[in-house]
């Protein structure tokens, strides 16, 4: 299969809806997509983290992002907010079902990325040499 008949069937494969103005996911995905999002995802992969490991492991988060992107990765239903009754409360994150199932295919694209980092950045940089505005 060539690469155009495999990129039609994945466009096929599309809920119709996809590009609707008012579609009910796109909230979701700018969040997904997001510059966190995806991030917070991957992190929670290998299994339950407490709000600290997920700060400390996702480089240049504040806390205040991480907690607004967790608040509405749960509510969404594809993270669980887990509260030990601990003095003080312990709270721990997972992915529930739903979001494990996006974690693959959210993972999948992070190991593109990571696969093609240097092409991407060789490409960036002959972009920027020859669209610099000295010429």
Request: charged letters at 20%.
């Amino acid at each position: 299969m060539r690469v155009s008949e495999q990129s039609e069937d994945v466009f096929a494969r599309l809920p119709a809806g996809s590009f609707d103005k008012d579609c009910p996911t796109r909230p979701l995905m700018a969040q997904v997509t997001g510059r966190w999002g995806a991030l917070i995802i991957a992190a929670l992969v290998p299994g339950p983290v407490r709000f600290s490991g997920l700060h400390r492991q996702i480089g240049g988060i504040s806390q205040k992002m991480l907690s607004q992107y967790l608040k509405s990765l749960v509510r969404y239903g594809l993270v669980e907010r887990l509260v030990e009754p601990t003095v003080p409360p312990q709270v721990t994150y997972r992915l529930t079902p739903l979001g494990r199932s996006l974690a693959e295919q959210l993972c999948a694209l992070l190991g593109w990325f990571g696969a093609n980092t240097a092409e991407l950045e060789a490409a960036r940089q002959r972009h920027d040499a020859t669209d610099s505005p000295s010429r």
